[in-house]
């Protein structure tokens, strides 16, 4: 069964970095899959945020573009996302999931709070 | 790039069957040029599940209660005989130009 843990703080002070990391099991990250983030705003819609292949290969949204890095570590099974300069619009549960041009293996979402 | 458009909500009485329906940008990207369209729901505090993958296919374990279809830009999710559970927040999305679009989400209420 393939499972995916999303972890890092919880809580980041505007203009910050947010850092979350995405634990993989049950599958290789090196498989023939995309690995995604995807966000949702309380109350709002889902949002995608990128995708990452484990050779580094990555799409972006192009409205994140500018303020994202994402990673693989092939050693640890997982994968990461970096979001720079973040304001209180990128509060938000973040997600993680398997990409095979759909999302069949989600993670149960982690809550980043952007407030001082 | 514009979110997949979803009419906001959809109602039904149990066993009734309702359709929810997803219009893309245009007929050569995302919905109307891709075959892959999927659908999710999302019950409140959850994650999204998995329903409909392009188009049309539905992963082991999902009822065949749900069934998906496609006509030009547009693409349906239908769900046959209602329940109290499918009472959630449905999702589409669609690639277009490696680049991943959901819809805005219906909210489905079980009356």
């Known amino acids: 069964q393939v499972q995916l843990r999303e972890s890092g703080p919880g809580l980041v002070k505007p203009s910050g970095t947010l850092s979350l990391t995405c634990a993989v099991s049950?599958?290789?990250?090196?498989?023939?899959?995309?690995w995604s983030w995807v966000r949702q705003s309380p109350g709002k819609g889902l949002e995608w945020i990128g995708e990452i292949y484990h050779t580094g290969s990555i799409n972006y949204n192009p409205s994140l573009k500018s303020r994202l890095t994402m990673s693989v570590d092939k050693s640890k099974n997982q994968f990461s996302l970096n979001l720079d300069s973040v304001t209180a619009a990128d509060t938000a549960v973040y997600y993680c999931?398997?990409?095979?041009?759909?999302?069949?293996?989600w993670g149960q979402g982690i809550l980043v709070t952007v407030s001082s | 790039q514009a979110a997949l458009t979803q009419s906001a909500s959809v109602s039904g009485s149990p066993g009734q069957s309702i359709t929810i329906s997803c219009t893309g940008t245009?007929?050569?990207?995302?919905?109307?040029?891709?075959?892959?369209v999927s659908w999710y729901q999302q019950h409140p505090g959850k994650a999204p599940r998995l329903l409909i993958y392009d188009v049309t296919y539905r992963p082991s374990g999902v009822s065949d209660r749900f069934s998906g279809s496609k006509s030009g830009d547009t693409a349906s999710l239908t769900i046959s005989g209602l329940q109290p559970e499918d009472e959630a927040d449905y999702y589409c999305s669609s690639y277009a130009n490696t680049i991943v679009v959901f819809g805005g989400g219906t909210k489905v209420t079980v009356l």
């Open positions: 049950g599958d290789s990250i090196r498989s023939l899959n995309w």
């Open positions: 999931a398997r990409d095979l041009n759909y999302f069949d293996y």
């Open positions: 245009s007929s050569d990207s995302d919905v109307g040029g891709y075959k892959y």
